[in-house]
């Protein structure tokens, strides 16, 4: 039987002119990333699977690529539940590996610790436009700031980046963890399942307000809960202010300092933005990880019709690993989406080297081919980009395919001068 040549479900291989633009695009986001401070680490593609299996990366965590124990310590005989068989998993997102990394590296690190992230991750999740089962991530993290100057930075280093590479018009989603609560507590759900009120309140975009009350009542909660719960969308709906609004209506449940704080990163931003997009907060955002602590955000791109990357405060997750708690914020850009949406609306390089394609007809007597390479590495030293190849019998064709990958001059050179 033949060996197959497609890749495997979920997965893609990258052709040159995808690679290009995902060099370009990398590039980019490194160089701004580090003019706001923050600097490149590596962490391995696998992780210990109690550390991936946590209850911290919600529904993220039924979609782990399990690793078998190996040697002798797999016992298949005696195996009795998946614990015995598995010890290991592909990451299935940056976040876990980065605070696993802090917690083991923090004597060596400053304080705060600006790290920036880049690297493949793996969810066993259906395929879809823009979704992938491997995937490169992008996140950018600052550990040990307590002060929402973290979540100002992470917004205008994220969103600049993004106005570097062409996007325009987007929005910044942003709410808070505790506001959801407050919401939730106001409406008379039990704190036990907030959770599960945030599960559906997130399908929100999808089903509308009534579909969101529908599935409240299957779960069985109580119709007074849900009613005053949707009273609060509502009101929301009409209200100028929504931070103003949600302020009056939860005063004694909700603290006015996570609302000033809400407002000072608003502003703060909106101020000094140096790309084109609009804050906006939105009640509904939950952010499907357990580990948000306070703030959470989103990046809404019209053309994609979704979100484009995400983030938020997670206060409580390296004290999983250490006994202390740090205080750590990280913002994710969704790198194949955009790499998806710059392809998709034809984007070309900036000031990207001329390229020359040198075709030499077989037989060109040696001296001629040293005097060619001669001159093509003068132009390479130049900053051009030379490719040298053999002609082919059918050099039209030829042509055609080196132009699809960018060549757009020629030279020719034959064994015998063109009469």
Same mark, same amino acid.
């Given at each position: 039987?033949?060996?197959?040549?497609?890749?495997?479900?979920?997965?893609?291989?990258?052709?040159?002119?995808?690679?290009?633009?995902?060099?370009?695009?990398?590039?980019?986001?490194?160089?701004?990333?580090?003019?706001?401070?923050?600097?490149?680490?590596?962490?391995?593609?696998?992780?210990?699977?109690?550390?991936?299996? !946590?209850? %911290?990366?919600?529904? /993220? &965590?039924?979609? #782990?690529? =399990?690793? +078998?124990?190996?040697?002798?310590?797999?016992?298949? $005989?005696?195996?009795?539940?998946?614990?015995?068989?598995?010890?290991?998993?592909?990451?299935?997102?940056?976040?876990?590996?980065?605070?696993?990394?802090?917690?083991?590296?923090?004597?060596?690190?400053?304080?705060?610790?600006?790290?920036?992230?880049?690297?493949?991750?793996?969810?066993?999740?259906?395929?879809?436009?823009?979704?992938?089962?491997?995937?490169?991530?992008?996140?950018?993290?600052?550990?040990?700031?307590?002060?929402?100057?973290?979540?100002?930075?992470?917004?205008?280093?994220?969103?600049?980046?993004?106005?570097?590479?062409?996007?325009? !018009?987007? %929005?910044?989603?942003? /709410? &808070?963890?505790? #506001?959801? =609560?407050? +919401?939730?507590?106001?409406?008379?759900?039990?704190? $036990?399942?907030?959770?599960?009120?945030?599960?559906?309140?997130?399908?929100?975009?999808?089903?509308?307000?009534?579909?969101?009350?529908?599935?409240?009542?299957?779960?069985?909660?109580?119709?007074?809960?849900?009613?005053?719960?949707?009273?609060?969308?509502?009101?929301?709906?009409?209200?100028?202010?929504?931070?103003?609004?949600?302020?009056?209506?939860?005063?004694?449940?909700?603290?006015?300092?996570?609302?000033?704080?809400?407002?000072?990163?608003?502003?703060?931003?909106?101020?000094?933005?140096?790309?084109?997009?609009?804050?906006?907060?939105?009640?509904?955002?939950?952010?499907?990880?357990?580990?948000?602590?306070?703030?959470?955000?989103?990046?809404?791109?019209?053309?994609?019709?979704?979100?484009?990357?995400?983030?938020?405060?997670?206060?409580?997750?390296?004290?999983?690993?250490?006994?202390?708690?740090?205080?750590?914020?990280?913002?994710?850009?969704?790198?194949?989406?955009?790499?998806?949406?710059?392809?998709?609306?034809?984007?070309?390089?900036?000031?990207?080297?001329?390229?020359?394609?040198?075709?030499?007809?077989?037989?060109?007597?040696?001296?001629?081919?040293?005097?060619?390479?001669?001159?093509?590495?003068?132009?390479?030293?130049?900053?051009?980009?030379?490719?040298?190849?053999?002609?082919?019998?059918?050099?039209?064709?030829?042509?055609?395919?080196?132009?699809?990958?960018?060549?757009?001059?020629?030279?020719?050179?034959?064994?015998?001068?063109?009469?």
């Amino acid at each position: 039987m033949a060996l197959s040549k497609k890749p495997v479900t979920g997965m893609k291989d990258i052709l040159p002119a995808e690679m290009q633009l995902r060099d370009y695009v990398i590039s980019v986001i490194k160089d701004t990333y580090g003019k706001f401070g923050f600097t490149s680490i590596e962490t391995p593609c696998v992780e210990n699977i109690a550390n991936l299996t !946590n209850k %911290q990366g919600g529904d /993220n &965590e039924k979609l #782990i690529f =399990k690793i +078998m124990k190996r040697g002798e310590k797999l016992n298949l $005989e005696n195996a009795k539940e998946e614990a015995d068989l598995v010890d290991g998993g592909l990451r299935y997102d940056l976040t876990v590996p980065l605070v696993r990394f802090y917690s083991n590296n923090a004597s060596q690190l400053p304080t705060p610790f600006k790290a920036l992230q880049m690297g493949n991750v793996w969810r066993a999740d259906r395929p879809q436009r823009g979704r992938y089962r491997q995937f490169m991530q992008c996140d950018i993290d600052i550990l040990g700031e307590p002060s929402n100057l973290a979540e100002i930075e992470l917004i205008l280093a994220t969103t600049t980046t993004l106005g570097k590479l062409g996007f325009r !018009n987007f %929005q910044i989603r942003i /709410n &808070e963890r505790r #506001i959801l =609560k407050a +919401m939730a507590a106001y409406s008379g759900f039990p704190e $036990e399942s907030f959770d599960t009120v945030f599960i559906i309140l997130d399908k929100m975009d999808k089903i509308g307000l009534d579909g969101v009350a529908a599935e409240l009542k299957e779960c069985g909660f109580s119709e007074e809960s849900i009613n005053k719960y949707m009273d609060l969308f509502r009101g929301l709906e009409t209200a100028q202010d929504g931070l103003g609004y949600l302020a009056g209506k939860l005063e004694g449940v909700l603290e006015a300092e996570v609302v000033n704080n809400l407002r000072e990163i608003s502003d703060s931003v909106s101020a000094t933005k140096a790309a084109d997009f609009e804050m906006v907060f939105d009640p509904t955002l939950v952010r499907g990880m357990s580990y948000y602590t306070g703030t959470i955000f989103e990046i809404a791109i019209p053309e994609f019709g979704g979100s484009c990357g995400g983030g938020g405060r997670y206060d409580k997750m390296v004290g999983k690993f250490t006994g202390s708690d740090v205080p750590a914020c990280g913002f994710s850009i969704g790198f194949e989406r955009i790499i998806l949406l710059m392809m998709e609306n034809g984007f070309q390089i900036p000031g990207k080297p001329k390229k020359i394609a040198y075709l030499i007809e077989k037989g060109v007597a040696g001296e001629e081919l040293c005097r060619v390479i001669a001159e093509a590495q003068s132009q390479r030293a130049d900053g051009m980009q030379v490719l040298i190849a053999r002609m082919n019998k059918n050099k039209k064709f030829q042509k055609e395919q080196l132009m699809k990958e960018g060549w757009e001059e020629f030279k020719e050179f034959y064994r015998e001068p063109l009469k």
